[in-house]
């Protein structure tokens, strides 16, 4: 009889495993990384030029659910290019939050969007720019278990710095492709 129970808890916990979410207190790690492209755009007073660039980003969020869909998240990102002999190396640390549109389990693939605002600091040229970004968009998470996803996903974004004279406007999209880890 006991045998008989025991067996009937373990197949009702492996039936409940697949179904299992995401609570309330939970925290979640991101690691994400790309190649993106941007346009700059610099405004010198008595004029504005643009350039085309192509960026290494990475990206780190730390995150904790309010809900089983509803992440607030700290982020630190870098990112930098190399074009025509001139380095640039980029920091944001932002705040933001994602939202899931489904539960995490175990082979499944679930929608989310995201969005946050950031600090951004750019050093190109021997300039320094400082100001404040918007960042938007959306992707999917493959849970490769219940606590650990591959996630792929789109971003558009909006940087507005200034620098000694000279203000840079940066846009443009990113695909990151990433880990996520729930604990």
Known sequence: MKNTIRLAIIAASMLAAPYAMAEA???????????ENSTSEFDTGAGTSSSDSTN???NVDVGRYFTSKLVGRVNLSMFGSESGGTESLG?????????????????????FVNGG???????????????AGVVGGGGVSY???????????????????TGDSVDLNQT??????????RY
């Open 143 to 161: 849970f490769i278990t219940e606590e650990v996803s591959g996630d792929v996903s789109l971003q558009g974004f909006a940087n507005y710095m």
């Open 117 to 131: 605002l950031s600090i951004v600091t750019v050093d190109s040229a021997g300039t320094t720019f400082n100001g």
């Open 25 to 35: 207190g939970m925290w979640e790690i991101s690691v994400a990384g790309n190649v």
């Open 172 to 181: 443009g999209t990113r695909v990151l492709f990433g880990l996520t880890a």
């Open 56 to 58: 290494t980003y990475i």
């Open 91 to 111: 920091t944001g640390l932002g705040v933001g939050v994602k939202y899931y549109f489904g539960e995490a389990a175990k082979s499944q693939w679930v929608p």
